[in-house]
C-alpha cells in the first residue's frame, strides 16, 4: 500500500541550529514529492516539491529538500532555523491519482 | 496573491443534523479537493473533483458525504446527518492542473 513515513513525531531544536525532517515513502514508483508547513490555526503551506529532475530542490523559507532515489527518501532541511519556523510540517506524495497521501506530520519547537 | 477560502472556521452543529462546508477555489483551477485531519491524526484525502463530477473518492466518503460546484466560484461539502467521529478540520484544496494542490486555512467541524 502506499504510505509516507514521518518518524520524528516531535523534535526540538534551539535558534540558529540545523535542521533535518525525514520523510521517507513506500511504493516502487517514484511519486511525485511534497512538503507542507501547517503554523497553528492556519492551512496548509506549500513548502517546496519534487516532480523530477535536481534531486535538490529549493522552497520558500530558506527551505531545502533532497530526492534520494536508493532510499526512498525526501527529507526537509533549513541550515538556520528561525522561531518562526516552529509549525507542523507535513511530507506529502502523489502516485498516479492526484490524491495527495499524508505523512503523519513532525511537530517542530524551536527554544530562544 | 490568489487563495482558496473557506467558510465557516468554525462549524458547530448537533448529531444527526446537516452540514454544508463552504470553499472557494483559486479562480482559474479546474481541480477540486477536501480532505480532513481528524485531531492528533494525519491528513486524510476524501474526493477529488473535476468537470463537475468527481473523480475519485475515499472509503470515508460514503453515501453521507456529497460535494457540488453550484456555481462558478463555489465548491461545498455537505454531510447528510452527522456522526460524532465527522468532528474533524475539513480543507478544501484546489489546482490549475493534476500537480500542486493549494489549500485552504480549512473548517473546524465539532459534532455534539
Known amino acids: 500500500a502506499q504510505s509516507v513515513t514521518q518518524p520524528d513525531i516531535h523534535i526540538t531544536v534551539s535558534e540558529g541550529a540545523s535542521l533535518e525532517l525525514r520523510c521517507n515513502y513506500s511504493?516502487?514508483?517514484?511519486?511525485?514529492l511534497f512538503w507542507y508547513v501547517q503554523s497553528p490555526g492556519q492551512g496548509l503551506q506549500l513548502l517546496l516539491k519534487?516532480?523530477?529532475?535536481?534531486?535538490l530542490v529549493q522552497g520558500i523559507k530558506g527551505f531545502e529538500a533532497e530526492f534520494k532515489r536508493s532510499q526512498s527518501s525526501f527529507n526537509l532541511r533549513k541550515p538556520s532555523v528561525h522561531w518562526s519556523d516552529a509549525a507542523e510540517y507535513f511530507c506529502?506524495?502523489?502516485?498516479?491519482?492526484?490524491?495527495?497521501?499524508f505523512g503523519t506530520g513532525t511537530r517542530l519547537q524551536v527554544f530562544p | 496573491e490568489p487563495e482558496v477560502t473557506q467558510t465557516p472556521s468554525h462549524q458547530v452543529t448537533q448529531m444527526g443534523q446537516e452540514v454544508i462546508l463552504r470553499c472557494v477555489p483559486i479562480?482559474?483551477?479546474?481541480?477540486f479537493y477536501w480532505y480532513r485531519q481528524i485531531l492528533g491524526q494525519k491528513v486524510e484525502f476524501l474526493v477529488s473533483?473535476?468537470?463537475?463530477?468527481?473523480?475519485?473518492k475515499s472509503e470515508i466518503f460514503d453515501d453521507q458525504f456529497s460535494v457540488e460546484r453550484p456555481d462558478g466560484s463555489n465548491f461545498t461539502l455537505k454531510i447528510r446527518s452527522t456522526k460524532l467521529e465527522d468532528s474533524a478540520m475539513y480543507f478544501c484544496?484546489?489546482?490549475?492542473?493534476?500537480?500542486?494542490?493549494?489549500f485552504g486555512a480549512g473548517t473546524r467541524l465539532s459534532v455534539l
Open positions: 506529502a506524495v502523489v502516485y498516479n491519482t492526484d490524491k495527495l497521501i
Open positions: 519534487y516532480f523530477s529532475g535536481d534531486t
Open positions: 511504493y516502487g514508483a517514484t511519486p511525485y
Open positions: 473533483f473535476y468537470n463537475n463530477e468527481i473523480s475519485e
Open positions: 479562480s482559474n483551477h479546474l481541480y
Open positions: 484544496a484546489s489546482s490549475e492542473a493534476k500537480n500542486i494542490q493549494y
